[in-house]
């Protein structure tokens, strides 16, 4: 698969963000590194009957179809305003991209006969942007423990090594969306006066502020319902994560996310803060003792 945009890598010009240089890199980063597998092709492993039972309940299908079905169709209404047509392309195929995910879990749910609730009905939101960067910083959430909890299932051996393949795609996808997003942000708020950029910044802190609530609410709530919890990623942690600590948990997220986000052209901005806070809250937690001879 072609990582990264080497054009960008090899020449390494100053960048200056906000510049139609930076709307250029991001953009083409997205769309060069694009995988045209298919959802329908995939071969699903067959699996014995601890992976089958490990693999259905995980409280985890219901939100992730709708999380992705939700992301396609906000990132695409956004992208249908936006008047750039370099921007647009990168968007549509963000997007598509997401709408493939769906596919990918839909397939999946249907090869290992698992039940879905009824899907909500999706509602368009009055507000496109706001529903987009919502979207666009909850994926910066997901994506940074779906990295490690990823690295998690392959090292654990709990699920077919076929299996945890067949969503590296999906993963390495995540984690463009993530870069061409913040880098989006940034550019944007660039591109405004001082006080648009004030109030595209108090947005931002809004959105952030949502998705606590979103996640603290709906977190208290487990337990009253079918797991409809869109701390879905951290929620998984307990199916995937065994003998691992918190700590454990946080230092697999950062080197993956590391990992990861290091494919491409180092010029581009990183989404930064949930890692950041990861690294805070990791400087509280112990260090787990040596095990017993
Ligand atoms: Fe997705
Ligand atoms: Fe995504």
Known sequence: MKIGN????ATRAPLRLGSDEHR??????????????????IDWPKLDDDALRR???LPIWDIAVQTEEKASR????FANGVTDPLLREAMEL???????????????????????????????????EWAFMVTGFSECVDSFFAFGLFELAR????FPGDLVDTFEPVIHEEGRHILFFVNWVEWRRRKLSLLQRLWFDLRIAAVWIYLGWERIGLARDL??????????????AGSVATNVTLRG??????????????????????????????????RFLPVAAPAAA
């Open 6 to 9: 080497s054009e960008a890598r």
């Open 24 to 41: 250029d890199l991001f953009c083409r980063t997205l769309l060069s590194t694009f995988n045209p597998y298919k959802p329908a092709v």
């Open 55 to 57: 693999l259905t309940s």
């Open 74 to 77: 906000r990132v695409q209404a």
């Open 94 to 128: 963000n997007a598509f991209e997401e709408g493939r995910h769906r596919h990918v879990l839909a397939n999946l749910v249907s090869a290992y006969g698992i039940d879905l609730c009824p899907q909500e009905e999706y509602r368009a939101p009055r507000d496109i």
């Open 155 to 158: 090292r654990s051996g709990l």
């Open 223 to 236: 337990g009253d319902g079918p797991a409809q919890d869109n701390n879905f990623t951290v929620t998984g």
């Open 249 to 282: 948990l946080i230092d697999v997220c950062l080197a993956e996310n590391d990992r990861r986000l290091g494919l491409y052209d180092p010029r581009l901005v990183r989404p930064n803060f949930i890692p950041n806070l990861a690294r805070i809250v990791r």
